[in-house]
């Protein structure tokens, strides 16, 4: 049988969507499947199970992605097709069963949203799979031995970005003396072109050992977050990744919506600004708050407590 299965373009929002997947492909073992998704995310796809063919949408004018796209799947028959993006491909290729999304679920997060197509009692975590060759090469990019502390301080919106000197004494206080993950390594994780936000917080620790994945690719950083103690970071594509892989992640948020985006798994948490995110938001508009200073709210004393609180639970899952 073959399943199309066509998703975001964005990282965080492909990697969410995975819960379904998996959902998908446990029901229908023998299935074939076709992922469509956005370039960036598209390599994270390539070992899930059941998929056969992952197809990178590249964005075109006018829509014409979408008819490259029905050029190379309309020539044969699809047992199912599972639109997230609400296009007009499921109607316009041979198919027995479409599923689309509809209204967005009032107070729910997008996994729970998701799995409600399927009417599963209880959401299918998302889960982000890799190869042996992969995580062989992140072994030696993160070596055993001693913990290791990830960070993600970049964000695609200046909004959603914690302060730098925030990470810098967050991980201080977490490594340093005394500290939950005493004389842990620090890796950075963040796209080339955020380098300006993220290497400062590397350099802040250039005494200590520290892992450079700023620029890294998908697949080598999600396999290199796997072999991390803990993640903390922004709302980003990277929180979703760190939580896909199973790594202990604490996420950050202001001007989001953390109900329907924060990390979800047993092994996540976060915190967030005392504001909601449409009073943070409705503060930007009105000029009332500069873009820049929408994460204040959360503090480093904030992120330590619940850091802390979430190293202790899954510590004691895992004994």
Same mark, same amino acid.
């Given at each position: 049988?073959?399943?199309?299965?066509?998703?975001?373009?964005?990282?965080?929002?492909?990697?969410?969507?995975?819960?379904?997947?998996?959902?998908?492909?446990?029901?229908?073992?023998?299935? %074939?499947?076709?992922?469509?998704?956005?370039?960036?995310?598209?390599?994270?796809?390539?070992?899930?199970?059941?998929?056969?063919?992952?197809?990178?949408?590249?964005?075109?004018?006018?829509?014409?992605?979408?008819?490259?796209?029905? %050029?190379?799947?309309?020539?044969?028959?699809?047992?199912?097709?599972?639109?997230?993006?609400?296009?007009?491909?499921?109607?316009?290729?041979?198919?027995?069963?479409?599923?689309?999304?509809?209204?967005? %679920?009032?107070?729910?997060?997008?996994?729970?949203?998701?799995?409600?197509?399927?009417?599963?009692?209880?959401?299918?975590?998302?889960?982000?799979?890799?190869?042996?060759?992969?995580?062989?090469?992140?072994?030696?990019?993160?070596?055993?031995?001693?913990?290791?502390?990830?960070?993600?301080?970049?964000?695609?919106?200046?909004?959603?970005?914690?302060?730098?000197? %925030?990470?810098?004494?967050?991980?201080?206080?977490?490594?340093?003396?005394?500290?939950?993950?005493?004389?842990?390594?620090?890796?950075?994780?963040?796209?080339?072109?955020?380098?300006?936000?993220?290497?400062?917080?590397?350099?802040?620790?250039?005494?200590?050992?520290?892992?450079?994945?700023?620029?890294?690719?998908?697949?080598?950083?999600?396999?290199?977050?796997?072999?991390?103690?803990?993640?903390?970071?922004?709302?980003?594509?990277?929180?979703?990744?760190?939580?896909?892989?199973?790594?202990?992640?604490?996420?950050?948020?202001?001007?989001?919506?953390?109900?329907?985006?924060?990390?979800?798994?047993?092994?996540?948490?976060?915190?967030?600004?005392?504001?909601?995110?449409?009073?943070?938001?409705?503060?930007?508009?009105?000029?009332?708050?500069?873009?820049?200073?929408?994460?204040?709210?959360?503090?480093?004393?904030?992120?330590?407590?619940?850091?802390?609180?979430?190293?202790?639970?899954?510590?004691?899952?895992?004994?």
């Amino acid at each position: 049988m073959n399943l199309l299965f066509i998703t975001s373009n964005r990282v965080g929002d492909a990697i969410l969507s995975m819960g379904l997947l998996s959902a998908l492909a446990a029901r229908h073992p023998d299935a %074939r499947i076709t992922v469509v998704c956005g370039p960036l995310p598209a390599p994270l796809f390539a070992h899930h199970p059941g998929v056969v063919r992952v197809v990178p949408l590249a964005k075109r004018r006018h829509g014409l992605h979408w008819l490259d796209l029905w %050029r190379q799947i309309a020539g044969g028959f699809w047992h199912t097709v599972v639109d997230l993006r609400n296009s007009l491909i499921g109607f316009s290729v041979p198919r027995l069963w479409l599923i689309r999304l509809g209204r967005h %679920r009032a107070d729910s997060h997008v996994v729970e949203e998701e799995s409600a197509l399927l009417s599963e009692d209880r959401p299918t975590p998302p889960r982000l799979y890799l190869s042996k060759a992969q995580m062989a090469e992140a072994a030696a990019v993160v070596p055993g031995g001693r913990p290791v502390l990830a960070l993600g301080p970049a964000a695609n919106w200046i909004g959603k970005q914690w302060p730098a000197e %925030r990470f810098i004494d967050l991980a201080q206080r977490l490594t340093g003396p005394g500290g939950v993950l005493e004389g842990a390594a620090i890796l950075v994780s963040a796209a080339e072109h955020e380098r300006p936000v993220a290497g400062p917080v590397l350099e802040a620790f250039a005494g200590q050992q520290t892992i450079d994945m700023i620029g890294a690719d998908l697949p080598s950083t999600a396999a290199a977050l796997a072999r991390c103690r803990l993640y903390v970071g922004n709302d980003s594509g990277l929180m979703h990744m760190s939580a896909a892989v199973g790594t202990p992640t604490l996420g950050l948020f202001g001007p989001t919506d953390d109900q329907r985006y924060r990390p979800w798994g047993e092994q996540c948490d976060f915190v967030r600004a005392p504001q909601g995110w449409r009073e943070l938001i409705a503060a930007v508009d009105s000029g009332a708050v500069p873009g820049n200073r929408l994460m204040d709210g959360v503090t480093v004393e904030m992120a330590q407590e619940a850091a802390e609180a979430l190293l202790a639970r899954t510590e004691k899952a895992d004994g």
